[in-house]
Every structure is written in C-alpha cells, then in structure tokens.
C-alpha cells in the first residue's frame, strides 16, 4: 500500500523524534529531516507538541501493533507472552542504531513533564498490561502456570521487563546482554509452571538468606 | 560535613538535569536554579555539557556509591543482591517525584548521542554488572544459586532488571507496579536456588508450548 505525502514526512518526523528524543529535536531540524514547512508544522499540529503527538499515534498504529499482536489476541497465552518478548529482543538486537522504542524513550524522558503526552503513554503502558494480563488469566486456565498465579503480579513484572528490554537496547552494551536478559525474563515464566518447585511468596527464601 | 558553597550548586544543577534530562535544560534555567553565572558556567566547566558531566561524577559520588554498597564488598552474595534492589524500590516508590536514576535516564536520553557521555554511562554499567557477576560467583560458591548457573546470564539479567525497574519508576504507573517488578526479580533469583526445580536451558519449555 503506498503510503500518501503526508504520512511519509510524518513517518521521517517519527524517525527523529525516536532517534534523537523530544527535546534535543529542533524545528528546523524537523523541517529539513521532512521536507515540512514551518507554516505547515504550525498549521498542521499547532506546534512541535502536536507534530511529536501526531508521530507517537503513527508509531503506535505502525509499529506497536506488530509488536503486541501476538499478545493482543483474546486467546493469547504464554507460548504467545514468549514470542512477544523474542520479536523486542530481535528487533532491538538486530539494530546498532540503538533507537529503542520511541514509546518507552517517551516514557522516561517526556511523560514527567508534559501531561498530554504522559496521557498517551499511560495508555499505552495500561493496554500493555492489559494483555499482559488476559494472556495470563488464559495460561493458568489452561494450566501453564500454576493456578495460585498471581496475575496481577505477572501482568505488572511483565510491563516492566518490557521497559528494561527496550532500554538496554538504547543503552551502550553488548547484543549478548539483550540475550542473556532475555533468557532471564523467560525463566521467570518458567518459574510459574506448574512442573516448578513451589517456593512459597516469590523472595521469601531470600530474606532468610540474610 | 557542610557541603562547600561550590558543591551545594553542583548538587543543585545535578538535581536540575536529574528532574528536567540534559537537552530540556536551559543554561538559563541552571543559572536561575543554582545561582551560578554564565561565566562561572563557561570557565569552570567550558559548557553545559562539561556541567553535565561534572553532576554525572558527583552523582556517582553520592547517590550511586550509597545504593551500590550491599553489592560492592567482595563478600557480596544472594542476600546483599536482594537487599540492592530492594533499596532501589523503596526509592523509587517513596518518591512521587518521578526522578527516577539520572545515571539511567542519562543512558536512554543522552548516551547514543554524546560520546563523552556514553564513556561514563558504559563504565557504571560495566562496574554494575562486574558486582553482579562477582555477587553470583559468591552465590554459586556458597550454593545459594545451583553450581551449574550461568554467571554471566545473571550478571547481564540483574543489570536490564535495574534499568526496568528505575524506568519504570519514571513512568506513570501505581506504586504497586513497582512492587510486582520487584518480586518477578526476586522470583527469578529464587529460581537459581538448588530447590527449584531445574528446568533445562531457560526458556526451552516455552517453546514447546506453542
């Protein structure tokens, strides 16, 4: 499907803001990354604001929603969690451009500050948990996690591991890392099955440890 | 110890970058807040970025070297591992701040693009994972994780699992997601125990469930 003028010079101006982040991106950098004038970005999206809210729902629409989809169906279940987590660890590996997600960036170095965007990534991160959270409900129905699963728990330890994921992709360290971190998130589902040794509240022994 | 009048205005601008990110930061925000003039600024550390990185070591100094103590000894085992993230929680919980780690905002918002800045960023991720590794040596040895654990996974693991979880403290998310986190974190060094269950490489039942 060819994509029309506009949507290409919204897509170059998602691939600033996503390399470079909000801030350090200026409007005449905008403006010559693509090919928009200054009357249009102000005309358009009211500011450098609108144009970056308008690039996170293009990503969202274009890249988020390949990434969640084998999460986001209703029948989803862990082989499905596991196969999300490959497709980041892939895409983030394979690139040493060190981008990141232009979602997760925004999450840490915008959503403090302004409030409409902090709305956009809230939603984001809920939708997230959202999934995170059915497919979780449906593994333990279907028995690959111990039915005393707490999937609230899951849902939120998930989430988060998506954002350390997507943030040692953005950080200077070795694709081994990624794999390794990788490996250790999957060994926490692992830790869930039925088949595991049962421990008790998760880090009780720890404390014990002491 | 009073803090000299020179130091009080380094941690002042240090708290400057560590709410705002460096490329929101003004020089005329960081003379308003700090009370240094532009000439102080330009003859005691060339640039704004000199400022930057001179709050980068200052805030190595002082907040890193308080959180990393329970790691660092070289007698550093499980318990000392456990007691470090759960530090790192209570910090990024108790705040509603949102400030998370300026060391790991630093490393999403500034590392991929300023050389310098990714030199300091790489040395506190290597130093973090060297304490890790060190920590699951000692833990293997006194058989707190099973002889066969892969070091360097956990190493590589532990290190994503601290940039999960101060990103997610940036994040609009409940305190309670913080929480959740750090048991999935907890869950996975229980996991390394010789009383669970040993599952094969990590990972590998996952792939059979689809």
């Known amino acids: 499907m060819a994509r029309t003028r506009s949507e290409d010079r919204l897509d170059r101006a998602m691939d600033v803001f996503w390399q470079r982040g909000y801030y350090d991106t200026s409007i005449e950098e905008l403006m010559s990354r693509t090919g928009l004038h200054r009357a249009a970005v102000y005309g358009s999206f009211r500011s450098k604001r609108g144009l970056f809210e308008a690039t996170l729902r293009r990503y969202q629409e274009k890249v988020v ?31 040493d451009k060190r981008w990141g997600c232009l979602m997760i960036n925004t999450a840490s170095e915008v959503s403090p500050h302004i409030r409409s965007v902090e709305r956009i990534v809230s939603l984001y991160l809920a939708n997230l948990r959202g999934f995170f959270h059915r ?18 728990q899951v849902a939120d330890y998930l989430t988060g591991a998506v954002l350390g994921l997507w943030t040692l992709g953005r950080c200077p360290v070795p694709a081994l890392a990624l794999s390794h971190y990788l490996q250790g998130v999957r060994g926490y589902l692992d830790s869930l099955r039925p088949g595991a040794k049962r421990r008790g509240p998760s880090g009780s022994r720890a404390d014990r440890a002491s």
Chains 1, 2 share one sequence.
């Open 65 to 95: 929603a390949a990434f969640v989809a084998p999460i986001a169906r209703p029948d989803a279940t862990l082989a499905d969690i596991d196969q999300f987590f490959r497709g980041i660890h892939d895409a983030a590996a394979q690139s």
């Open 135 to 152: 497919a979780s409900v449906n593994a333990r129905t279907r028995g690959d996690f111990r039915s005393e699963t707490d999937v609230d």
